[in-house]
């Protein structure tokens, strides 16, 4: 059996790592919380109480949060925003990356880390190549929806670094909320990346939203084989019959080998808690026999987790002697 790994999450150290730099209400959060059948104001409360204790500074939140829904490991992700909403006052990205570094010291085995940075800074390349060789992240994220598609010359130095150490690239897919620009996040852009790098593993996180671009990223996928489609927020979206019948049609056109189980948890949890999603998930097979279809124990295990160890190459856990 797998190991249970969540292919995309955060952990927020200190409120300036995730700075709020909106005066208005965040309305597109507050309205994911309205899934818990919250009139607007009561809604906004809980927004701004999630908020305050969201900050992990050791990760002791986050474990605690995996150990109660059986997951085994965990990817964070870090983000890169600061060319939208400025870097005076956050943690330098160079920082914030190392400081995911010292969270997968603390929790060996449990904790591991993409490096995340814009590739239009001059350091970009350095910091990546950083992260891969000194501190044994796993890959690189990106987000598009600050300004530069995929396909953008800019990035493709980063590119070149994956293909040459062999680690994966995670791109935010999908919409964005406030300055951050949506049509940079369409899964298409992803489709030349992947046509000009055919030895680089992409990742669709989000796969796409399954609000906006899901379909868009799953044909990406389908004549991409490089492309893999991670699962991320999905618990918002979509009902068991959406999940049963959209994971059929993603074994038989793409593979089910490509398809990644995901949380973007951040300690703030909106429509199900991390055990809930894991939960759902486990129980597909069940729901797909009564839906008239079929999903096999195997191949959700493979979602699970097994898929995530082969494309990020996870390392084998460590066992006693």
């Given at each position: 059996?797998?190991?249970?790994?969540?292919?995309?999450m955060?952990v927020?150290?200190d409120?300036?790592?995730?700075p709020i730099?909106?005066?208005?209400?965040?309305?597109s959060w507050?309205n994911?919380v309205?899934?818990f059948d919250?009139?607007r104001?009561?809604a906004e409360?809980r927004?701004?109480?999630?908020v305050?204790e969201?900050w992990?500074p050791?990760?002791?939140?986050?474990?605690a949060?995996?150990d109660?829904?059986?997951?085994?490991v965990?990817?964070?992700m870090p983000?890169?925003?600061?060319?939208?909403h400025g870097?005076?006052?956050a943690?330098p990205?160079?920082d914030?990356?190392?400081?995911?570094?010292?969270?997968?010291?603390l929790w060996?085995?449990?904790?591991?880390?993409?490096?995340?940075?814009?590739?239009?800074r001059?350091?970009?390349?350095t910091?990546?190549?950083?992260?891969?060789t000194e501190?044994?992240?796993?890959?690189?994220?990106?987000?598009?929806t600050?300004g530069?598609?995929?396909?953008?010359e800019?990035v493709?130095p980063?590119?070149?670094?994956?293909?040459?150490?062999d680690?994966?690239?995670?791109l935010?897919?999908g919409?964005s909320?406030g300055?951050?620009?949506?049509?940079?996040g369409?899964p298409?852009?992803?489709d030349s990346a992947?046509?000009?790098f055919p030895e680089v593993?992409?990742v669709?996180?989000?796969?796409g939203r399954?609000?906006?671009w899901?379909?868009?990223a799953?044909?990406?996928?389908?004549?991409?084989?490089?492309?893999?489609i991670?699962?991320?927020?999905?618990?918002h979206?979509?009902s068991?019959?959406d999940l049963?019948?959209?994971f059929?049609?993603?074994?038989d056109?793409?593979?089910i080998?490509?398809?990644?189980?995901?949380?973007?948890?951040?300690?703030?949890?909106?429509s199900m808690?991390?055990?809930q999603?894991?939960?759902?998930?486990r129980?597909?097979?069940e729901w797909?026999?009564?839906l008239g279809?079929?999903l096999?124990?195997?191949?959700?295990?493979?979602?699970l987790?097994?898929?995530?160890?082969?494309?990020?190459r996870?390392?084998?856990?460590v066992?006693?002697?």
């Amino acid at each position: 059996m797998s190991r249970v790994v969540d292919a995309h999450m955060h952990v927020f150290r200190d409120p300036s790592w995730n700075p709020i730099r909106q005066k208005a209400r965040p309305t597109s959060w507050i309205n994911q919380v309205r899934w818990f059948d919250m009139d607007r104001d009561a809604a906004e409360k809980r927004y701004y109480d999630a908020v305050a204790e969201a900050w992990d500074p050791d990760g002791s939140k986050t474990i605690a949060r995996m150990d109660e829904a059986g997951v085994d490991v965990s990817v964070a992700m870090p983000m890169d925003r600061g060319l939208v909403h400025g870097d005076v006052g956050a943690i330098p990205i160079e920082d914030k990356n190392k400081g995911y570094y010292e969270l997968t010291q603390l929790w060996p085995g449990r904790l591991y880390s993409f490096c995340g940075v814009d590739p239009r800074r001059p350091y970009a390349a350095t910091l990546l190549e950083r992260a891969l060789t000194e501190w044994g992240f796993l890959g690189l994220k990106l987000y598009p929806t600050t300004g530069f598609y995929p396909d953008d010359e800019v990035v493709y130095p980063l590119y070149e670094i994956c293909r040459e150490y062999d680690v994966p690239v995670l791109l935010h897919q999908g919409h964005s909320g406030g300055a951050l620009k949506s049509k940079y996040g369409h899964p298409i852009y992803v489709d030349s990346a992947a046509a000009d790098f055919p030895e680089v593993r992409f990742v669709l996180g989000h796969g796409g939203r399954f609000e906006t671009w899901a379909k868009e990223a799953m044909s990406v996928a389908v004549y991409k084989t490089n492309v893999h489609i991670e699962i991320s927020l999905w618990q918002h979206w979509a009902s068991v019959d959406d999940l049963v019948r959209t994971f059929v049609w993603i074994r038989d056109r793409i593979g089910i080998d490509r398809l990644l189980f995901g949380s973007d948890m951040t300690n703030v949890e909106v429509s199900m808690s991390l055990r809930q999603w894991v939960d759902v998930i486990r129980l597909l097979p069940e729901w797909a026999k009564q839906l008239g279809y079929r999903l096999s124990d195997e191949e959700i295990s493979m979602v699970l987790g097994g898929n995530t160890e082969r494309v990020y190459r996870i390392p084998e856990p460590v066992t006693g002697t």
